[in-house]
């Protein structure tokens, strides 16, 4: 078995003379072109600031989805690539994706007559890869699908499907598959600056250690900076008058208790005052609804939401559900930022700017991807890699990460407390034989056990109480009061784990109580 353990993989960073590639971000852009790179026998190196997806890639609307929106607004070009992406990615981690039917209720049959249309065409576009047809559903069975759902003045409904999946643990798999053919994928690895030759071309980065503290040198054929909304901090590395290049966009979801659905279909809400739609998904036993799209100046590694979108929210949920959730009923709000490529006059309508991927090089040799979407990032790996061999930048050599199985591949079974897992989760139970009272669950309300925390710490290079309770599971974005009251067990876990001391043990419970707070409402 490959080892993914960060010291380890810190080793091989410092021993190499020089990298075929450095990815710069370590969300699904960059760990997209990190798996590409490595499994087309590049030698590969990623590098990750803060953790595996800590960013926009763990704050996802949990779809994997041509974009039903996209296909309203013409843009075909883009829907069946994303469909066709859709079917890959189903194909290539059924551990982590699911077969997701959606509901949109109609209330008249002029619009009945529209949405099917469109959903048909749809279909369509994803041929061979297709999930199911959609269908035409009358009241009744409607009603028996999502019997929270307000009725008055219900005609009917569409159902049709698309995939949903777990972002961040996505992320974290695509990493450790990346290592398994090669390649080191490092978070907590900060890039500082960039390293130029004679030529003013891009040959290598200086790299800080946050855990020792310690910057390297590294070099480096050709640097990606696939960093997201901070695209253009590491523009201005290379060229401080750099124009900008992304215009953040702020998308925001709220998370409830699974009695505000009960059901396993989603809903779509085709029309909001925001011009967006808006979803209602099950997930993890509770209800995701969002999204927003709010244009933002800035950039953050831990954004907001605005009292606006909270309340845009709620009041358009409540308009469709019996019960109208309130402040109170909200267990978890997460915000994340939407790196779109925009130009000045889209600076104030961010819902219209294409998620099209964009790759530009720059003078000194600096390949920067911005735009694009979860869906499409293997498509997106794959353009960047064959530009940059088109460029001469490194040798051709065809990508083959169509059919390539990702970490913890395995066939979608009975669902279970480590399905997530994939083939991982007999290691896990591995490890609950041998100790059992790892198994116990740490909480009566959501399942988590000591094996889970230790897994995450040995197998899966969680180094924080915040990397285990937000991303290695997902419990923050659940249920952030609970991920509180976990947080002195957890660190406690991996304080003997880790062999860290008392200090570090409160730093991290102090650190992750500030957090959490951020998650919750008053």
């Not at 969300?27 to 595996?52: K, S």
Request: aromatic residues 8%; contains cysteine.
């Amino acid at each position: 078995m490959t080892i993914f353990r960060r010291e380890i993989l810190m080793d091989t960073m410092k021993s190499v003379a020089e990298w075929d590639i450095i990815i710069i971000g370590g969300g699904a852009t960059g760990l997209g072109i990190a798996v590409d790179a490595a499994t087309r026998g590049y030698t590969t190196l990623l590098l990750e600031q803060e953790d595996f997806a800590k960013g926009t890639s763990s704050r996802s609307t949990k779809l994997v989805h041509g974009g039903v929106r996209y296909l309203a607004q013409g843009n075909i070009k883009l829907v069946k690539e994303a469909l066709r992406e859709r079917g890959i990615l189903m194909k290539n981690a059924p551990h982590l994706t699911k077969n997701e039917s959606i509901i949109l209720p109609c209330y008249s049959w002029a619009r009945a007559a529209f949405y099917g249309i469109g959903l048909t065409f749809y279909d369509w576009l994803s041929g061979k890869l297709s999930m199911g047809n959609s269908k035409l559903i009358f009241k009744k069975e409607l009603k028996r699908r999502l019997p929270t759902l307000r009725d008055a003045s219900l005609k009917c409904g569409i159902l049709y499907h698309d995939g949903t999946f777990d972002d961040a643990r996505l992320a974290l798999n695509l990493a450790q598959t990346c290592v398994e053919n090669g390649g080191v994928s490092i978070n907590y690895c900060k890039v500082v600056s960039l390293i130029k030759n004679e030529e003013n071309h891009i040959s290598g980065v200086s790299v800080l250690d946050k855990e020792k503290q310690k910057v390297y040198d590294l070099k480096a054929k050709v640097v990606v900076n696939a960093t997201g909304v901070f695209v253009d901090d590491i523009l201005k590395l290379d060229e401080p008058n750099a124009n900008s290049l992304i215009r953040p966009s702020q998308g925001v979801h709220i998370v409830l208790d699974g009695t505000f659905l009960q059901s396993e279909d989603a809903i779509m809400i085709p029309h909001t005052s925001d011009g967006r739609v808006l979803f209602a998904i099950p997930w993890y036993h509770h209800v995701l609804i969002g999204t927003t799209d709010t244009p933002l100046k800035t950039h953050s590694l831990e954004p907001r939401a605005l009292e606006s979108e909270i309340n845009f929210i709620l009041k358009t949920a409540g308009n469709y559900l019996q019960k109208p959730p309130q402040r109170k009923d909200v267990l978890s709000i997460f915000a994340g930022l939407r790196p779109l490529a925009a130009t000045e006059n889209d600076l104030d309508k961010t819902k219209e700017i294409s998620r099209s991927h964009k790759i530009i090089i720059s003078e000194s040799r600096l390949v920067s991807v911005i735009g694009g979407k979860w869906t499409t990032y293997r498509k997106m790996a794959e353009d960047t890699l064959d530009k940059i061999e088109k460029r001469n930048m490194l040798k051709g050599k065809p990508s083959i990460t169509e059919h390539l199985k990702i970490h913890g591949f395995a066939d979608a079974g009975s669902p279970g407390p480590f399905s997530v897992y994939g083939s991982d989760a007999d290691r896990i139970n591995e490890l609950i034989a041998a100790n059992p009272a790892w198994g116990a669950p740490l909480s009566p309300d959501l399942y988590i056990n000591t094996a889970q925390v230790i897994w995450a710490v040995r197998n899966e290079m969680a180094i924080s109480v915040e990397d285990v309770l937000a991303r290695r599971t997902r419990i923050l974005f659940t249920d952030a009061r609970i991920a509180l009251c976990l947080a002195p067990i957890v660190a406690a876990i991996m304080k003997n784990e880790m062999g860290e001391d008392e200090e570090w043990e409160k730093q991290q419970v102090d650190h992750f109580t500030e957090l959490a707070k951020g998650y919750m409402l008053e």
